[in-house]
């Protein structure tokens, strides 16, 4: 029996085709058009894109300068439930921060990793309320639900974002740990 390579190549190329084709449309069509949907309609977002992976689920977006991204977060979790289902959802925020700005939050970085490490998210705000002495004309606010301490910081036209995970990541060489 003599087997043709044309039709054995043409079939496997159709296959393919027909096989990765609706894979791409299923993803892009079934998760990330409504997915990308919610995550605009939210009154906070000015600008977002999305990546779904077979574990996370990553949006990226740049938040208006009156967000509340625990608004934001709480509503895409929420809305985009059966979407994301079991995936970790990273929020990655863009923001319009400055030198200044930075150079302020690199100041209050050490009483706010103290804090968290300690788990006193209380003393976040009083933390940060005690160093903006040093940068007048900076209003910072503070916001917590489960999974984050939510922080933005404004000088009035710039904006800087921090979201701070309340379960800091396991960190060991240890495969029992």
Known sequence: M??????????????SAVLFGGWFLYDSLAMENPLSRIVQEQAGVDHSQISIGSSKVTIEITPKPDASLREIYKS????????????????????????????WWSDALFDVAEAMESKRYAAIP????????????????????????????????????????????????????
């Open 2 to 15: 003599k087997l043709r390579l044309l039709p054995i190549v043409t079939s496997v190329i159709v296959s």
């Open 76 to 103: 895409i979790t929420e809305q985009g439930g059966s979407i994301i289902g079991n995936r970790e959802v990273e929020l990655v925020v863009k923001d319009t921060s400055t030198p200044e700005l930075d150079r």
């Open 126 to 177: 009083m933390a940060l309320e005690a160093k903006k002495a040093a940068f007048p004309g900076l209003q910072v606010t503070t916001e917590m639900d489960e999974r984050y301490v939510y922080v933005h910081m404004t000088d009035g036209t710039n904006h800087k974002f921090k979201l701070l995970p309340r379960t800091s990541p396991k960190m060991g060489v240890w495969p029992n740990e």
